[in-house]
């Protein structure tokens, strides 16, 4: 298996830290600007993209709030965006920020998708399950 089905297979493990409970009543995109392509950038670097990426959000006026995407393990974790926006506008955001992919919650539930490789869109379950609140 190939280092890009190998991200594809660790995407999809993925849960979501993040500050405060979240209404999961509204669709949204969680979108990362860091690590383009799946190829692990200095701190510096994407600190500077995450904060394009936060300026590209507030010039196009979509809600959003900030979310860490972490292996389960907590070893690897990614700043993100949960972005109110719909599903094709996330997939353009994420094709301008170079990302592999995007989760998109509909209704509850948690999907995978493809945005720079060519997998196909994968169900991963109810969101929820894989939000873990963190207090402060």
Not at 50 to 66: G, V
Request: aromatic share 12%; with cysteine; hydrophobic share 40%.
């Amino acid at each position: 298996m190939g280092l890009v089905m190998n991200l594809w297979e660790s995407y999809k493990t993925s849960i979501f830290l993040c500050h405060q409970a979240l209404n999961c009543d509204v669709d949204f995109a969680i979108i990362s600007a860091q690590n383009p392509a799946g190829h692990t950038e200095h701190p510096y670097l994407n600190l500077r993209r995450d904060n394009e990426f936060q300026a590209c959000l507030n010039k196009q006026r979509l809600p959003y709030r900030s979310v860490i995407g972490s292996a389960p393990d907590r070893s690897f974790q990614e700043k993100s965006w949960i972005v109110l926006c719909d599903k094709p506008q996330a997939v353009a955001l994420a094709q301008q920020f170079e990302q592999n992919a995007i989760y998109w919650v509909e209704q509850g539930q948690l999907f995978l998708v493809p945005v720079l490789l060519t997998a196909k869109e994968e169900y991963l379950g109810s969101f929820a399950e894989r939000l873990v609140l963190l207090s402060d």
